[in-house]
């Protein structure tokens, strides 16, 4: 079950695209995703969940009230940096689209009114993408425990710390205590 | 003109007329009283005949010898006084020629210098006279230089606002065309459902619980109300567009300002993000005869001014727009509690390709084009600002009496 988090201030947006990806065919080579689709009309809404639980897929919109897309997607990676990222946007200009390459690093940006298809085949890419991603750093870990480059523990603290950026970094007190980073406790 | 100068060297010739000549020296032999001969300054003889052994008697005028008396009779004595009365003679004699000379010379000067001058200054008239010729040449083809360029500006700038116009609105069409495209490709999803339960009409309802038909009805009912509320925004949009776009239109007509602020407000309007909104404060205006379409391009770039001041502040805020006729004159305010400018932009904010944003997001041509379009109504427009207030832009126009 691939989980997906679609952020749009406009809610007939979310609405269709909600009726698209319960029935369509999710699929990548042959590879088929089934998708559980979460969405949100506010970007801070968004990060609020995002913080809470993990996603394999984050859908933006460019244009929002509070922030922009490529803000929302920015923040969103900090909190889950192993999540693709797609912008689904009626209209950016060029600075927006290099800002949304170069700051956060998308995996496709999607035109409004977009092609179901297109769409559709786009999400199947990016997940597989991730996936495969995954799949070879797990894999490049084994060969490395295995070859003695890296010990488990060091494995299971990369994982600790994909799972909750700052985990593994101590923040120790000149007084030997640990501190404990406020932005991290929300 | 006499060749000899008033100055030069007299010759008896000249001092005494060959008429003259005889009388003086039968005057001056009788004095004598003897022979009697007169030469002039080089020693030829003029009157009588000298004979030879005569004594000499030479009169010198500024060291120059004029004449020479000759007489073989005449005692030295005599002679010398007789010398000096032809010298006192010839004396005066010079020195009236001298005069009369010096006064015909200063006239002929005086004329040829007159005719000089007049030669000079008819030169230069002709020459001011084609350079003023000239000049206006050269002005006229300025001018319709200028007045190319700023046709070209005005070209420029108006494809720019049409650019920005075609940004909003593509935001403002492609949300509601995105998700009404998606709904019905979405329904025609359902409808197969449906034509999959007429296959299976023998076992109707455990086939309608399969294909989860109770929802697909209820949500298909939702998904078209929906599809139809996208269609008729896009309708609207394009409404708006269609009464903005008349700009091109330059043909007078007898029109309500309420009626083209209304046209570019919701041109405006559709583009306000959340936080943003816009107050319309119309009163009611006597119609006048003006370029419609020119006027609401100039309210929509000062909107569009009003619209980036309050998104540059970060705060949520409010364009007013109000109209009223006031005194004989048309006033419109647009108002806006944005970012306000300083007076060295407030100084600048009318010249054309002045601009506060970054290069590709505006061209700076807005309020130049909004004042020249005033001005060509015969209005006027004014820029009352603020830092972190807001701007107030105020427009007036004349109201013709009737």
Known sequence: ?186 | MSGAHFDHDWQLGELIDSHELPELAAALARLLGGDLALADGSGRIVWGTASPGARRQAVVIELDPVATLCSASASADALTAAGELLHDLLRTRIRYRMASALHLEVVAEDFASLKREHARLAESEARYRQLASELDARVKTQLAELEERQQMLYAAERLASIGQLAAGMAHEINNPLGFARSNLGSFRGYLQKFAALRDDLDHARAAWQALDLDFLLADGDELLDETLAGLERIAHIVADLKAFSNVDRSSEAYADLNTCLREAAAVIEAQLPAGIGLRLDLLPLPPIVCLPGHLKQAFYNILHNALQAIIDSGRPGTIILSSAAEAGRLTVRIRDNGIGMRPEQLAHAFEPFYTTRDVGHGVGLGLATARSIVVAHGGKIALDSAVDAGTTVTLSFPIPDD
């Open chain 1, 1 to 186: 079950m691939s989980r997906i988090l679609i952020v749009d201030d406009e809610a007939s947006i979310l609405k269709a695209l909600q009726r698209l990806l319960r029935v369509a065919p999710c699929t990548y080579g042959n590879r088929r995703f089934t998708l559980e689709v979460h969405t949100a009309t506010s970007p801070l809404h968004a990060l609020e969940l995002a913080r809470h639980e993990e996603f394999d897929l984050f859908i933006s919109d460019y244009r929002m009230p509070e922030m922009d897309g490529i803000e929302f997607l920015k923040h969103a990676k900090a909190v889950q940096p192993d999540a693709a990222r797609l912008i689904l946007s009626g209209y950016a200009d060029l600075n927006a689209l290099v800002r949304a390459v170069n700051e956060v690093g998308i995996d496709r940006f999607i035109g409004k009114p977009w092609n179901d298809y297109d769409l559709m085949s786009a999400i199947g890419q990016a997940l597989a993408h991730r996936e495969l991603l995954l799949e070879n750093r797990q894999l490049a870990d084994l060969v490395r425990v295995e070859m003695g480059d890296k010990t488990p523990e060091q494995v299971e603290a990369e994982r600790l710390e994909r799972l909750e950026p700052g985990i593994t970094k101590v923040n120790w007190g000149p007084d030997g205590s640990v501190l404990l980073d406020e932005a991290g406790a929300d």
